[in-house]
């Protein structure tokens, strides 16, 4: 008996052994060494759970944990729980190191660099593919990379969230004209004031999306616009009655990891963040375009009526939004404009 109490004792003190060197006999790698210490990150973002940020977030964890052997854990955090809900405050605990990687529209950086606001500028990107290009380029990564850096943080990447479309409760909307007048709720960004009030005519109106179903009930506006999966899930079918496909902004999801955390992760352990991160993003570019076609398809089952603009409508909506872009050129910059033009066009 006592015999096997010390074998047992020295298998436990083996054991532990390997565990804290990291290593096996022979130099080789212990299951579930990464070439750094063991880690775990907390992964926040937006949106709800089961939404699609949460669905990338959880093929990034579930790509890093089996690439690390489960030496790099990833916790993920919804509808921006860690800041309380707060977007600025987020992007805040991120340059800080007290959120490791926050997924997030890239304009909620534009309280800190309004260059951001580029990617909400209307009609950049007029079709899928220019924003993919977008997505995809070295060129535009780089870019916004180096406006990271000036806050601390590292740019792992972005992916298609999906058009911003319009609903309303009146009628099909087919010419800036159609807007005149329409009481429209939009984001609290001054771009989008000034393009729905200079650009259309109509009334725009800033609230917390929390209001949007009760306002849209009880009338007080008359549409809003946000990608279909957000008209979906918020059940908007209830009270809005039609959507106009303009895709005149086509939102996206960028991946900001804190600077600090990057620093405290071994070379190995960095490579396999940049490498499943693109991979992830790479998952949801996929995944949104496939999973608004059903969604379209379930609206219109459901009643709603979509109006899907044609190359010469959507052109009349971006020929009076022109202006914009002269306007904004002194706020984003001209050089910024052009570099994502050019890219999204090439």
């Given at each position: 008996?006592?015999?096997?109490?010390?074998?047992?004792?020295?298998?436990?003190?083996?054991?532990?052994?390997?565990?804290?060197?990291?290593?096996?006999?022979?130099?080789?790698?212990?299951?579930?060494?990464?070439?750094?210490?063991?880690?775990?990150?907390?992964?926040?973002?937006?949106?709800?759970?089961?939404?699609?940020?949460?669905?990338?977030?959880?093929?990034?964890?579930?790509?890093?944990?089996?690439?690390?052997?489960?030496?790099?854990?990833?916790?993920?955090?919804?509808?921006?729980?860690?800041?309380?809900?707060?977007?600025?405050?987020?992007?805040?605990?991120?340059?800080?190191?007290?959120?490791?990687?926050?997924?997030?529209?890239?304009?909620?950086?534009?309280?800190?660099?309004?260059?951001?606001?580029?990617?909400?500028?209307?009609?950049?990107?007029?079709?899928?593919?220019?924003?993919?290009?977008?997505?995809?380029?070295?060129?535009?990564?780089?870019?916004?990379?180096?406006?990271?850096?000036?806050?601390?943080?590292?740019?792992?990447?972005?992916?298609?969230?999906?058009?911003?479309?319009?609903?309303?409760?009146?009628k099909e909307i087919r010419t800036p004209e159609d807007l005149k007048g329409m009481n429209v709720r939009v984001p609290g960004a001054q771009l989008f004031i000034d393009c729905y009030r200079d650009s259309f005519g109509a009334n725009p109106t800033a609230m917390d999306?929390?209001?949007?179903?009760?306002?849209?009930?009880?009338?007080?506006?008359?549409?809003?616009?946000?990608?279909?999966?957000?008209?979906?899930?918020?059940?908007?079918?209830?009270?809005?009655?039609?959507?106009?496909?303009?895709?005149?902004?086509?939102?996206?999801?960028?991946?900001?990891?804190?600077?600090?955390?990057?620093?405290?992760?071994?070379?190995?352990?960095?490579?396999?963040?940049?490498?499943?991160?693109?991979?992830?993003?790479?998952?949801?570019?996929?995944?949104?375009?496939?999973?608004?076609?059903?969604?379209?398809?379930?609206?219109?089952?459901?009643?709603?009526?979509?109006?899907?603009?044609?190359?010469?409508?959507?052109?009349?909506?971006?020929?009076?939004?022109?202006?914009?872009?002269?306007?904004?050129?002194?706020?984003?910059?001209?050089?910024?404009?052009?570099?994502?033009?050019?890219?999204?066009?090439?």
């Open positions: 008996m006592f015999k096997k109490l010390i074998a047992l004792v020295l298998a436990a003190s083996m054991t532990l052994s390997l565990a804290a060197c990291g290593s096996a006999p022979g130099g080789e790698k212990a299951p579930g060494a990464s070439g750094g210490k063991a880690v775990s990150l907390n992964f926040s973002h937006t949106q709800a759970p089961n939404s699609v940020s949460d669905m990338a977030a959880k093929k990034f964890k579930e790509l890093i944990e089996e690439k690390s052997g489960g030496s790099i854990k990833v916790n993920i955090v919804t509808n921006c729980g860690l800041s309380g809900g707060d977007l600025t405050k987020a992007l805040e605990m991120t340059t800080a190191g007290d959120i490791d990687i926050h997924a997030c529209a890239p304009t909620n950086a534009a309280n800190f660099d309004a260059r951001f606001y580029i990617f909400w500028m209307p009609f950049l990107f007029p079709t899928i593919d220019s924003l993919l290009k977008v997505c995809d380029s070295e060129e535009i990564y780089k870019e916004v990379d180096s406006w990271c850096a000036e806050m601390d943080m590292k740019m792992l990447g972005f992916h298609n969230a999906g058009a911003r479309q319009l609903s309303n409760s009146k999306f929390s209001e949007v179903y009760t306002a849209l009930q009880q009338k007080t506006i008359d549409g809003q616009e946000n990608p279909v999966s957000v008209f979906d899930s918020s059940k908007f079918n209830e009270v809005q009655q039609y959507i106009t496909q303009w895709d005149y902004v086509r939102d996206t999801t960028a991946w900001f990891m804190s600077n600090k955390t990057m620093q405290k992760l071994s070379a190995e352990q960095q490579t396999m963040v940049t490498e499943c991160s693109k991979e992830a993003l790479s998952w949801a570019n996929t995944y949104v375009t496939d999973n608004e076609t059903e969604i379209v398809k379930k609206l219109e089952g459901e009643g709603v009526i979509i109006t899907k603009l044609t190359a010469d409508e959507q052109k009349a909506f971006s020929d009076v939004c022109a202006p914009l872009y002269e306007k904004y050129a002194d706020i984003i910059g001209k050089d910024v404009i052009d570099l994502f033009q050019k890219v999204a066009n090439g």
